[in-house]
């Protein structure tokens, strides 16, 4: 079995900070991108940002130079940096990560539980 781990969100203030973080466990031959998702009540599930496993970046318009999204391969773990969060940024935080268990399977994309992120205003 695959999991993923998520961890740091929580309630914060508009301009402020979280460092969200995830951690894929268990049956694991290959691990590929990783990422974060969001959902707000009300809402489709969007995406925040993407890492590959070389290191490349993807980010949504409306996170780009407030987030930052980096990895540690040997860890099998994602950041997520949020700063000068906004009440807009109020969601749930997945993180996703696409994953072969074994050298016959094919790729699939896993996800976490979820953590909620609250900014006030």
């Known amino acids: 079995q695959v999991q993923l781990v998520e961890s740091g969100g929580g309630l914060v203030q508009a301009g402020g900070s979280l460092r969200l973080s995830c951690v894929a466990s268990?049956?694991?031959?290959?691990?590929?991108?990783m990422g974060w998702y969001r959902q707000a009540p009300g809402k489709q599930r969007e995406l925040v940002a993407t890492?590959?496993?070389?290191?490349?970046?993807n980010y949504s318009e409306s996170v780009k130079g407030r987030f930052d999204i980096s990895r540690v391969n040997t860890e099998k773990t994602v950041y997520l940096q949020m700063n000068s969060l906004k009440p807009e940024d109020t969601a749930v935080y997945y993180c996703?990560?696409?994953?072969?268990?074994?050298?016959?399977?094919?790729?699939?994309?896993?996800w976490g539980q979820g953590t909620q992120v609250s900014v006030s205003s």
């Open positions: 890492i590959t496993s070389g290191g490349t970046t």
């Open positions: 268990g049956s694991i031959f290959r691990l590929d991108a």
């Open positions: 996703n990560a696409r994953i072969k268990v074994n050298v016959w399977r094919d790729w699939n994309d896993y």
